[in-house]
């Protein structure tokens, strides 16, 4: 009955926003044509190419979207942009009165976005539903995400695509050659995609684009028309094949060590384009690397599953690929359908995916050898040696401009039990392009494969959203049965029901009386979720302002108050959390955050309800262009709120030291303490990547515990305790992306 209540009111605020919302059409641009070029520009940093010597294509101000919208970019960029047959090609001037001013770094790729960067949002199918986003700072360093109309922006894909920069007398200017064998596209004569150019003044603290975004409407609905000449298909065959050694010593006592566990890995990733929109793609023996070490993630007194991203390169578009419209990894209880961190240990991989004007598809199926491995210290596993299968299919059909329809199918069969899941999504932009709404159903059909117990679930998510200039509404509403199950995805409960709500205004101060204050918002978000096993109620109620201030600078302010319900304890309490960040120049940057009042001590056999303490502050220190050093402080405290007693404290430091000899090669250093678990962890890297595929790595990595050495065991208590090496690796990679 509440679900039903919770849904008719959706429906008559969506209703109402609709009839009462300004309805008007994106604003039409001028149609950009793309021309061959006879000869291939050299990519160096230079606009010395006869290709580059005439006016350019674009040259005109930049309009902001952030952090206001429609405010004029102090200073002109040039745009020039050319193709041949395989190959698009953009150079930019991007004039700066204050050169002197202009942040640039050398770093690693996606690493440049606190510094100035110019490039562009391409949407190469040209259905305005997803989109690649390549940047590139003054020094040639890359940035690129995979962009979704419905879900937003993924950090996790690198492309293979070659760039330059330098810093000029009046400005900088980047060159950009894009070789679209590596991206999905249509191919033919006056080929129509869609594009925005995109640019962030860092010393003005301002980020914007040409055409302008619409407020409230994105960047797809900002793009513009970009015909090129003639494009061929590509038909090409791509592999990557790598070997990985590794080797890892234990302590077993204090004076000796185990002999090294070592293993190498040979493994291979293959790609074959069948059309310019349609590849295949297998992987055998796909690994981490071990370069980019789990981002590192508090794990004392957590109630939920903590989240990791996806780093197998194979895999790192799935989760994106596969997203459903509706869910939300930082407030929804379904942050992924696909999370392929699932399949811990894949012994294969296979993929299809095609792109069509309307129609785009994704298939992929993996083998798992982790829930069938052995155990340690003598544990059997009842089901050890065989392994998990999963298969998984995703389609979406476009029915408007950035509108769609969608369908998901995923399966995972493991030692006689089985988990299936069907479901269907919609994304709909209606009301002047202002209003969203997103929704999704899944329906699963499971086997227990130790209890062999058949049950079937469901889930529902109804999400609609309303963002303009002035302000920002959101309301969302999720169901979850007791029996809903699906293996491939990332949920943080079952058995609930949750209504989610978000109200913001936002308030543009003169800026020629306020110059430090960009943008004031006061905001209010809560929801309301009840249990439908327990039928207990849980809500929160959270207000708050932020500002957006000069020099990069943002503050919020926000204040709590709270009912949950755990291990059939209710639990009410407030607290308050201010947070902040600053460039104060361009060599430092500044944040910290602090949050006080009650939080639940989620102990299993004695919750409580504590009064806590967080502090977390961090630093980014850049002496020069080449050199990195990070340091972050975190200190959590937890005291029983009717005792005083200590439930548990926490110190964490955190050091990386990095050295980007050039863009290509650099050496990293972390040291990580953490008082909670009483370790001491040290990793040390050095890195080369020509493109993404050809890697060389080397690693060193040594993790310290506090223990002490009793009548043959290590004992992680009493008063002689030292902080002992326990164990250490080191690892090699390299790998090599040919190209056929």
Not at 536 to 546: A, C, I, M, R
Request: proline share 3%.
């Amino acid at each position: 009955m509440k679900r039903n209540i919770y849904l008719i009111f959706v429906f008559l605020v969506i209703s109402f926003i609709d009839n009462y919302a300004s309805i008007g059409s994106i604003p039409k641009s001028k149609i950009l044509q793309s021309f061959r070029s006879i000869r291939e520009p050299e990519i160096d940093g230079k606009l010395d190419d006869e290709v580059w010597r005439r006016e350019p294509d674009i040259d005109d101000f930049f309009i902001s979207y952030s952090p206001v919208f429609g405010q004029i970019f102090p200073y002109k960029t040039r745009i020039w942009f050319t193709n041949d047959s395989h190959n698009l090609y953009f150079a930019f001037h991007c004039l700066d009165n204050e050169p002197e001013k202009i942040k640039s770094s050398i770093v690693k790729r996606d690493d440049m976005w606190k510094d100035d960067w110019i490039g562009f949002n391409i949407d190469m199918i040209g259905n305005r539903r997803f989109g690649y986003v390549l940047c590139v700072n003054p020094k040639g360093i890359q940035g690129d995400l995979y962009d979704s109309s419905a879900t937003g922006v993924d950090f996790a894909p690198d492309y293979v695509w070659y760039s330059a920069g330098r810093v000029v007398e009046d400005g900088y200017i980047v060159e950009i050659k894009l070789p679209l064998e590596g991206f999905s596209y249509r191919s033919g004569e006056n080929v129509e995609m869609n594009i925005i150019f995109e640019r962030k003044i860092a010393h003005h603290s301002i980020m914007g684009s040409w055409p302008e975004v619409p407020a409230g409407q994105g960047f797809f609905a900002g793009m513009t028309k970009f015909i090129i000449s003639e494009l061929n298909s590509n038909l090409n065959f791509g592999a990557i094949p790598a070997i990985t050694y590794g080797n890892i010593w234990d302590r077993e006592s204090p004076l000796t060590w185990s002999g090294g566990n070592s293993s190498t890995n040979l493994g291979i990733t293959t790609k074959y384009r069948v059309t310019s929109s349609i590849a295949l793609e297998a992987t055998i023996n796909p690994d981490f690397s071990q370069v980019e070490t789990d981002a590192f993630q508090i794990l004392a007194n957590q109630r939920y599953p903590v989240f990791y991203r996806e780093k197998r390169q194979f895999y790192m578009e799935t989760s994106k690929i596969f997203s459903l419209a509706g869910t939300c990894m930082t407030y929804g209880n379904l942050g992924s359908a696909v999370h392929t961190r699932k399949i811990v240990d894949p012994l294969w991989g296979a993929k299809v995916r095609g792109d069509l004007e309307a129609l785009s598809f994704s298939v992929l199926a993996s083998a798992d050898d982790w829930p069938g491995r052995k155990y340690d210290k003598g544990e059997e596993n009842p089901f050890e040696g065989k392994k998990a299968h999963f298969i998984m299919g995703r389609s979406k059909l476009g029915i408007g401009s950035d509108s769609y329809v969608g369908a998901i199918i995923t399966n995972r069969n493991f030692a006689g039990g089985y988990n299936r899941v069907i479901g269907g999504d919609v994304y709909y932009r209606f009301g002047g392009g202002i209003n969203f709404l997103k929704s999704n159903f899944l329906y699963t059909i499971s086997k227990d494969e130790n209890t062999l117990r058949k049950y079937n679930g469901s889930a529902l998510t109804l999400s609609y959203q309303h963002s303009s200039k002035s302000f920002d509404l959101s309301l969302d509403y999720e169901y979850f049965d007791d029996d809903f199950r699906m293996d491939t995805a990332f949920v943080r409960r079952l058995g609930i029901s949750k209504f989610r709500t978000y109200l913001d205004f936002n308030i543009y101060p003169n800026q020629e009386k306020l110059s430090w204050l960009k943008r004031m918002t006061p905001f209010v978000f809560g929801y309301y979720l009840h249990d439908i096993t327990t039928h207990e109620d849980d809500y929160l109620l959270n207000g708050g302002v932020e500002f957006r201030l000069a020099k990069q600078g943002s503050v919020k302010v926000e204040y709590y108050t709270f009912s949950e319900y755990w291990k059939n304890i209710g639990f009410k309490g407030n607290y308050f959390n201010i947070a902040g960040e600053i460039q104060s120049a361009n060599w430092i940057n500044f944040y910290a955050m602090c949050r006080v009042g009650d939080s639940i001590y989620y102990d299993p056999y004695t919750p409580s309800l504590g009064e806590g303490l967080s502090l977390d502050f961090k630093v980014l220190v850049q002496p020069n262009q080449n050199l990195a050093q990070y340091f972050q402080y975190i200190y959590q405290k937890l005291d029983r709120k009717h005792d005083g007693q200590r439930l548990y404290d926490l110190n964490i430091l955190i050091s990386r030291t990095t050295y980007q000899i050039n863009k290509y090669l650099f050496l990293r250093a972390i040291v990580q303490y953490d008082s909670y678990l009483e370790t001491i962890l040290t990793d040390g890297l050095i890195s080369f990547t020509l493109i993404p595929g050809t890697v060389i790595h080397l690693g060193y990595g040594g993790l310290y515990e506090n223990h002490r050495w009793h009548e043959g065991l290590w004992l992680n208590e009493g008063p002689t305790r030292k902080y002992y090496q326990k164990s250490r690796s080191v690892f090699f990679k390299v790998s090599y992306l040919f190209q056929f």
